[in-house]
């Protein structure tokens, strides 16, 4: 099963975009601050992509974009909200292959900042040259891009609207891509992953990962736990829960494998949302702080943050045993600090 997943991996149409592997790296510091029933800390540094400002979304756009150039693209649409990272990567790799790109971006109510529209994320997208949509607290940004698709046929033009997050079928091979590149990492250090910690947004990321350890908890008997911390919250119109599953079975189902993919490998957690998607809180605030000081990264405030601040929680609650290996999925997203800046000063 596992070299099956591999071999559809390396045989599906992709577009190179990134330089593999990113950096996998011990947090002993962040350990050391936690205390001696800390298990052993590692973080795989998916933040340090090189198109935009980094981030894993760019694993999912070289297969998805392999599909868009197939079908003859000329123009790319993609959503999310201001301060998204999804789309400044994709502004990125549109840039990068020399294709048009138009983003709709939703405003935040009450707004984040002062000035949430001018800074972060958004302000790289302009630099990198998408023509920019910004639409209305609670407007229908799908609905938006159907539109302006049909407005582009018309002139000629061959749009290809990238759905939320990538997470499609060909994105989940960029998260599989991921999942195994990781392992190969751990193994050169002498171990298997006891658990993985990633962020759930649009969670397609969380689902490719959750493929990936039932694959291995079926083939090899080895179970690696997949906790996922949502940061969405009960803004969404669909539950975490319902958005992962969705995509794993819909990814097991594409990789032709027996069975379903089921959650047995899955710990899934609401708990640090906070106030709700891109609002800040103090308990993300100190995660990020934390971890910067201890390691000299520093995770955005969205997500990789949130997840930070549901980590912390797990280790100071003594989850994991002093001898296992835990590591964490640093997706990216930095930019959307300077929109918070406010909050951090």
């Known amino acids: 099963m596992i070299e099956h997943i591999r071999q559809r991996i390396a045989h599906a149409p992709r577009i190179p975009l990134g330089v593999w592997p990113t950096p996998f790296m011990a947090m002993d510091h962040l350990r050391e601050t936690i205390g001696s029933s800390c298990p052993r800390l590692w973080v795989k540094r998916e933040d340090l992509t090189p198109l935009g400002a980094g981030g894993n979304k760019v ?124 392992l190969e990492q751990a193994v050169e250090h002498d171990f298997v992953p006891d658990a993985i910690v990633v962020t759930v947004g649009s969670s397609g990321t ?26 969405f919250g009960s803004e969404y119109p669909v539950s975490a829960h319902d958005r992962i599953m969705s995509h794993a079975e819909e990814s097991w189902r594409s990789l032709e494998l027996p069975g379903n993919c089921g959650e047995d490998s899955l710990h899934l957690s609401g708990e640090f949302v906070g106030p709700g998607y891109c609002r800040p809180y103090q308990g993300m605030l100190d995660a990020v702080r934390l971890v910067a000081g201890a390691e000299g990264f520093v995770a955005d405030p969205n997500y990789t943050g949130k997840c930070l601040a549901g980590l912390l929680h797990l280790l100071r609650s003594g989850v994991f045993r002093p001898d296992q290996n835990i590591v964490y999925l640093h997706s990216g997203g930095l930019p959307a600090l300077f929109a918070m800046h406010r909050y951090f000063n």
């Open 206 to 231: 969380t689902a490719g990962f959750l493929v990936g350890a039932q694959a291995m908890r079926r083939t090899m008997n080895r179970k690696i736990g997949i906790w996922a911390f949502d940061v």
């Open 59 to 182: 694993r999912k756009l070289e297969f998805v974009l392999a599909r868009a150039m197939a079908e003859g693209a000329d123009v790319l649409l993609n959503t999310g909200e201001v301060q998204s990272n999804q789309v400044v990567q994709t502004a990125a790799a549109a840039a990068h292959l020399g294709i048009p790109c138009e983003l709709f971006l939703g405003c935040m109510d009450p707004p984040l900042s002062e000035d949430e529209k001018d800074t972060g994320n958004i302000l790289l997208c302009r630099i990198l040259g998408a023509r920019i949509h910004l639409l209305p607290p609670g407007e229908d940004r799908a609905a938006a891009m159907r539109t302006r698709a049909e407005e582009l046929k018309k002139e000629g033009r061959h749009p290809y609207i990238i759905p939320r997050g990538s997470s499609t079928q060909e994105g989940s091979l960029g998260s599989l891509s991921c999942f195994f590149e990781l």
